[in-house]
């Protein structure tokens, strides 16, 4: 089974500070997200990548960076937290085949304080 | 961008009844996926269907691709089925492996 691993379940952090959120999965999968996911909004897609040092922006990556050094692992980084980006975050990962399955991470609820 | 609607958006079911849970998309897609995000927030694979009819238990899928749209059918519905179910997709142009999700349907079974 796919094993998708995001570092914390809860986090709490203070507004400005900058943030680190990991997400680290086993399958050699070439595709991984990240999204939040707001009541009454749905999941948005924040940024994705598709190799190593490859990434684009989704819908919604204003105050967000990411890095992927590795294959397996791909950090979303809230360079100076605020209040609206208290949200639950989860990340995915899918092979590079079109249409392929995306396999979810137990997600994040990150309180900017 | 593809528009992805699921009805009804909220359903309260007694404990074993039947349902059915509608995704309608408004473009060709590659991918379709079903989840089911518990209370705890954790998003679980249901199944990955572009077409065609599957079956896991008591749940089973059906997307028929042609006319854009896909039904999940949950049979004897336990109070473990409450949560959030999503539709998802990817289209097959324009959209590399992006998911679009729908907003959901909130199911609550009552013993």
């Known amino acids: 089974d796919v094993k998708v691993t995001q570092s914390s379940r809860y986090l709490v952090k203070r507004t400005g500070e900058k943030v680190f959120l990991e997400c680290v999965q086993d399958?050699?999968?070439?595709?991984m997200f990240w999204y939040r996911q707001d009541p009454g909004l749905g999941l948005r897609l924040i940024y994705f990548?598709?190799?190593?040092?490859?990434?684009e922006k989704g819908d919604i990556p204003e105050g967000y960076s990411v890095s992927r050094e590795k294959k397996e692992r791909f950090s979303l980084i809230l360079e100076s937290a605020s209040t609206n980006q208290t949200s639950m975050y989860l990340c995915?990962?899918?092979?590079?085949?079109?249409?392929?399955?995306?396999?979810f991470g137990d997600g994040t609820r990150l309180s900017i304080l | 961008g593809i528009q992805v609607e699921q009805s009804p958006p909220d359903l309260i079911l007694q404990e074993g009844a039947n349902s059915t849970l509608r995704c309608n998309f408004s473009?060709?897609?590659?991918?379709l996926q079903w989840f089911h995000q518990n209370p705890w927030g954790q998003l679980i694979n249901l199944f990955y269907?572009?077409?065609g009819t599957k079956q896991n238990g008591r749940l089973s899928a059906t997307t028929v691709a042609t006319e854009r749209y896909s039904l999940l059918y949950i049979s004897s519905s336990q109070t473990t089925d409450s949560g959030v179910y999503f539709c998802?997709?990817?289209?097959?142009?324009?959209?590399?492996?992006?998911?679009?999700f729908g907003t959901g349907t909130q199911l609550k079974v009552e013993l």
């Open positions: 998802a997709v990817t289209r097959i142009t324009g959209g590399g492996n992006k998911l679009t």
């Open positions: 269907i572009p077409s």
């Open positions: 399958m050699d999968h070439e595709n």
């Open positions: 473009d060709s897609v590659n991918n």
């Open positions: 995915a990962s899918s092979s590079l085949s079109a249409g392929d399955a995306q396999h």
């Open positions: 990548s598709y190799d190593v040092k490859m990434k």
